[in-house]
């Protein structure tokens, strides 16, 4: 992954970077998107559920900053990884309404 190899490093390591990313991967990721478009299906204000799930994604991540479970590297900050939430919760709420248009939701 080009975030983990160049941004961030976390914690525990291993020899294969993608093993210590995976239980974010697997789990905090998937529900946090399972959720957002649970409440996107009953909420008619998705840019406040965009910044909202950004904003609790990043204390998320910044909690393991503080315990030191992930360290960035190259110019990466909090800033940044509310930015990237951002943009993730954007792409997400476009990918909903492709899929309402479409009817599958």
Known sequence: ML?????WRSRPSYKTELISSLPVDLGAYPVS?????????????????IVLFSLLMTLFELSFVGAGRV???????IY???ASYVLAYFLGFCYYKKLKKLNVL
């Not at 975030?3 to 941004?7: D, E, L, P, R, S």
């Open 33 to 49: 998107a399972g959720y957002f478009t649970y409440y996107l299906q009953r909420n008619k204000r998705p840019s406040l559920l």
């Open 3 to 7: 975030g983990q190899a160049k941004f």
């Open 80 to 82: 940044w990884t509310f």
């Open 71 to 77: 360290k960035y590297r190259n110019g990466w900050n």
